[in-house]
């Protein structure tokens, strides 16, 4: 199955697929606590806090811009996703609460 694309099959939402736009640039799954970096490359917010190092300058994990501020969830893109996307937004949910 191609993750860029979910269904109501598979966990998906009533809608038809998910947007490419609203795919987390690394872990490539639905956006899960969106955040937006300097360079603008979007990621799940864990997913960049899981590449940030505490001892050096962070870079975006994706192209290597640095950046100096501690990402913070864009609410209007996570509440667009949780009413666009309601079953596939808590499936991911839990994946990363148990994960």
């Known amino acids: 199955m191609d993750k860029s694309t979910l269904n109501e099959d598979d966990g998906g939402s009533d809608s038809d ?26 990621s799940c917010f864990w997913c960049v806090h899981h590449s940030m ?11 290597r811009h640095p950046y100096i501020h501690f990402p913070t969830i864009c609410q ?10 309601p079953v596939a937004y808590k499936r991911r949910e839990n994946q990363i609460l148990v994960g």
């Open 17 to 42: 697929e998910i947007s490419q736009s609203f795919i987390c640039c690394v872990c490539r799954e639905l956006l899960y606590k969106p955040i937006v970096l300097s360079c603008g490359h979007i």
């Open 53 to 63: 190092s505490g001892l050096c300058e962070s870079r975006c994990p994706i192209c």
């Open 76 to 85: 209007m893109l996570h509440l667009l996703l949780l009413k666009l996307y």
